[in-house]
């Protein structure tokens, strides 16, 4: 496997630097499909941003009962938002019943799920633990196709201790491939957040990506993670994941605390005729009083405002 890798590398390294910056964030989940000039195909780089918000960002008022998924369909139509994020810890049930009840709640709002997503994670390097993660991976593909949502966000994960990085990466590749095989026959694309641990940097992010290389195979893009290298800063790997690209998880903020430059950050998804949700996941700062009440609705402001300046959706 080692030698697989370094194979990969060596021919993504030469990719990269035989393109230009606009063959690096052209189409954006098909990656396969190349730019239409003349903007009437999939491959139009004419931006489309869509404002979003995800369920996560209510975490605490639905882990302590002030709020239900009901409820956060209803105040996506108070936020005027284009599409919600639908984050499955917090269903009740996931019975057909109640699951097609919550997509005709939304239907009826004129609310658009623009995805979901569940905590599976990844890495994982023991091949009986591959097979039951993979197992629960396929339940959520079958929930997520019940509440009628086109794509579900599964996790990376941190390397265990003494296994490699490459390895970590590894187990990430087999388990996307099986899970993609078996959501691509429901139409619904797995996307891999760009989370803590070994998909923090877009070099690994793209790795499984052109392993993986199937078009239900993507990337939840969240801007706020990705740990600067010696050759790109955050910006740059943002760009560099953006063909990949199924949404995006938007706050103000980096890990570290560092604000991030939000117009920046839209038109570098416009630049890219990127095509999606940008969507808050509101986490609150470590150690200050819970001000979600305000901070959400004015970052979705936010959000909607940097939505109509960079792209062609009037939100």
């Known amino acids: 496997m080692g030698r697989t890798r370094r194979k990969f590398l060596k021919m993504a390294g030469a990719c990269v630097l035989g393109s230009t910056g606009t063959d690096l964030i052209g189409a954006q989940v098909f990656p396969f499909v190349k730019a239409d000039p003349e903007g009437t195909h999939l491959g139009s780089n004419l931006p489309r941003l869509l404002s979003g918000c995800s369920a996560f960002s209510f975490r605490r008022q639905l882990t302590d009962g002030q709020m239900t998924l009901e409820d956060f369909i209803r105040r996506a139509v108070e936020l005027r938002l284009d599409g919600v ?55 959520w593909v079958d929930v997520t196709g019940w509440l009628g949502a086109p794509q579900l966000r599964v996790m990376g994960g941190p390397a265990p201790p003494g296994v490699s990085l490459g390895h970590a990466i590894d187990s990430v590749v087999e388990i996307m491939k099986a899970a993609t095989d078996y959501s691509a026959k429901k139409g619904i694309v797995l996307a891999l957040e760009n989370s803590r641990g070994v998909s923090q940097t877009s070099d690994a992010c793209l790795e499984v990506m052109q392993r993986v290389a199937s078009p239900y195979a993507g990337i939840t893009l969240d801007i706020t993670h990705f740990v600067p290298t010696p050759s790109q800063d955050a910006y740059a790997q943002i760009a560099a994941c953006i063909p990949y690209a199924t949404n995006a998880h938007i706050m103000d903020c980096f890990d570290d605390g560092a604000p991030i430059d939000l117009e920046r950050i839209w038109k570098i998804f416009a630049d890219a005729g990127f095509k999606g949700h940008m969507s808050l996941e509101y986490v609150p700062k470590l150690g200050t009083p819970d001000k979600s009440s305000t901070d959400i609705p004015q970052l979705i402001s936010q959000i909607r405002a940097l939505c109509r300046k960079y792209s062609s959706a009037a939100s």
């Open 85 to 139: 994020d639908m984050t499955l810890y917090y269903l009740k049930s996931t019975d057909p019943g109640y699951l097609e009840s919550l997509r005709y709640l939304a239907y009826k709002n004129a609310v658009v799920f623009l995805g979901a997503a569940c905590r599976s994670g990844t890495v994982q390097v023991d091949p009986t633990k591959r097979e039951a993660v993979l197992s629960d991976i396929k339940k």
